[in-house]
């Protein structure tokens, strides 16, 4: 008996998910199905797709050769299908975005309320990663990301505001206590909350002052991953453990409440908003077509 449809789409499923229960969740169904489905599967094939253990599930050999010719194939058919509902009254599917962390705080929250309430057909998954990716690979229609090198078949639209400053702050009780810096390359010797990225590199503090342009790599106490460790490196920045450098969005609630004071405020270089970027080279899906439309037609906010 050949396998059918939705045992392929299960197997291409547990694939990309990387698992049973990451690809049940995606699914919407149930980890002992997709098992059920995946033993099936390679009864009828004759050949192992799966290796199992208690902690993983990867692919052998002939499972990497079936994903790679399947995926293409089920990938057509879901534009093919997509282009029928662009054919609906009111647009409806998943729209799944990768973003950094940065854009999930400081831009969804102005565009995803008002797009799911004039769209209540169309779902919307967020997936926050710090690094690049290959937003097909990864699963995704599109991606945010801050002035990145595209590849060539990729489109970038302009999403949130079109400019944004990183900014350096400190609480009043450190400040109190070590001095404010008047000068960029002072940082050199205060404590500075630094963040190292999943690549082992550390972002470089930039500043700027007309036609004049500092990078610094300063120490400190605390180093984070940008991202799910920004807010620990803020509240220590509030504790008084020293300096942070951060987007000025993101600290301005901070500044409003005193929490945090401005450090080289006339220093706090300018840099190009974040863009929504997505392959160029397939039919674009109905719901991000939908979204795409919809940030072209919202009023661009300025930066703080």
């Known amino acids: 008996m050949k396998p059918d449809l939705a045992t392929i789409t299960a197997f291409v499923t547990v694939a990309r998910a990387g698992g049973f ?41 002939a499972g990497e050769g079936l994903l790679n010719r399947l995926s293409p194939a089920l990938d057509e058919m879901e534009l093919a299908l997509d282009v029928v509902n662009s054919y609906r009254n009111r647009p409806a599917g998943m729209l799944k975005l990768n973003v950094p962390t940065a854009a999930a705080r400081l831009v ?36 945010i990301r801050y002035d990145e090198s595209l590849e060539q078949d990729m489109i970038a639209v302009p999403i949130g505001p079109r400019t944004q400053k990183f900014a350096a702050a400190a609480s009043h009780e450190y400040l109190q206590k070590h001095g404010m810096p008047e000068h960029p390359r002072d940082l050199l010797d205060h404590a500075c909350l630094r963040g190292r990225f999943a690549s082992g590199a550390l972002h470089p503090w930039e500043f700027e002052r007309g036609d004049e342009t500092i990078e610094l790599n300063p120490t400190g106490p605390l180093l984070v991953r940008p991202g799910g460790g920004t807010d620990l490196a803020v509240q220590a920045a509030c504790a008084g453990t020293g300096i942070i450098y951060l987007f000025e969005d993101w600290l301005a609630p901070y500044f409003d409440r005193g929490d945090l004071i401005p450090v080289l405020a006339d220093w706090w270089p300018h840099f190009p908003g974040p863009k929504l970027y997505y392959p160029g080279r397939r039919l674009v899906p109905t719901p991000l077509r939908t979204f795409i439309d919809f940030i072209k037609t919202q009023p661009v906010r300025a930066s703080r």
């Open 108 to 143: 969804l929250p102005d565009i995803i309320p008002a797009f799911l309430a004039a769209y209540p057909d169309i779902r919307v998954e967020v997936i926050t990663e710090e690094n690049f990716v290959d937003v097909l690979a990864e699963g995704c229609d599109a991606g």
């Open 21 to 61: 229960r990451e690809g049940a969740r995606l699914s919407g169904g149930s980890a002992s199905r997709l098992s059920d489905q995946i033993r099936r599967l390679e009864s009828q094939l004759g050949v192992r797709l799966f290796n199992r253990s208690t902690r993983s599930v990867a692919l052998t050999e």
